[in-house]
């Protein structure tokens, strides 16, 4: 039987990963005390107890937002995060902010709306063969302008209006996309490691944030669980069809049965 989230995060998986590393003790935030199981050589240790739970209640969340048609838009925008969200937020469908946070990228989206619409008029005369018809250094400006827009906003021009939910790996480097999130209701699910400032987020998940395969682990783990949403729901979607079609089927049959029925005049 299909289930809707088979999607886990296991122990063993963040601690190959390193997810369980977190800064130098001097750097730490008092408010991941909670989270912090010990130190080794000056370094905070993370107790991936919480860890494990708070992820796989976030998946589950994640999981339940895709089934519904609901959109989590990730957001990495430093060296570490930026690969690897702009790839799995792109094979999970859902929007990304991978290379720089525009201020007002939320709070401001009627306006940035109009950005969008522009870039999508640049894309669609590079198609139709507009810039061939300029000279060149009109058709250099308008290539340039065109890249500027896809690298800031080319992962959220098909978002259609504010997301259901962020995804955010290292809240103290995303801390304005957060600030914005919460300004409009939006619940945030991030990574915070232990030199992190946990308010403002609703899903915790006290991990590493900037090993590159413990980044991988959890964006791809998200990803996995929105994909498993969406087949869940279309799984669901066609057996109902299944479970209409004979009644419709049935029908011309019952009409028969009462003009048979109905004593000829």
């Known amino acids: 039987m299909a289930t809707k989230n088979p999607t886990k995060i296991e122990m063993r998986d963040l601690l190959q990963a390193g997810a369980h590393f977190g800064h130098q003790t001097r750097f730490w935030n008092p408010k991941m005390g909670p989270y912090i199981f010990g130190a080794r050589n000056k370094i905070h240790i993370i107790n991936l107890e919480h860890t494990v739970k708070a992820f796989n209640e976030a998946l589950t969340y994640v999981n339940g937002l895709a089934a519904k048609k609901n959109k989590v838009l990730f957001v990495g925008t430093k060296r570490a995060a930026s690969g690897v969200i702009r790839e799995q937020a792109a094979r999970a469908g859902m929007p990304y902010v991978d290379h720089r946070w525009l201020g007002g990228m ?73 600030k914005e999130a919460k300004n409009l209701g939006i619940p945030v699910i991030g990574i915070v490691d232990t030199n992190s400032n946990p308010d403002n987020v609703d899903y915790i998940i006290p991990a590493n944030d900037d090993a590159i395969r413990a980044v991988t682990l959890y964006v791809t783990s998200m990803a996995d669980a929105i994909i498993a949403g969406k087949e869940y729901a279309q799984t669901q979607a066609g057996g109902k069809a299944e479970q209409e079609a004979p009644a419709t089927e049935e029908a011309p049959a019952e009409a028969k049965t009462e003009e048979a029925a109905t004593p000829a005049e």
Do not use: Y
Not at 133 to 153: G, V
């Open 106 to 178: 939320l709070t401001n989206w009627k306006t940035l709306r109009q950005s969008i619409n522009r870039l999508k008029e640049l894309e669609k005369q590079a198609e139709d063969g507009t810039f061939a018809k300029l000279t060149k250094r009109e058709a250099l400006e308008r290539t340039r302008d065109m890249e500027k827009l896809e690298r800031s906003l080319g992962g959220i021009k098909d978002m259609g209006g504010l997301p259901d939910a962020i995804f955010v790996v290292d809240v103290d480097h995303e801390a304005i996309a957060i």
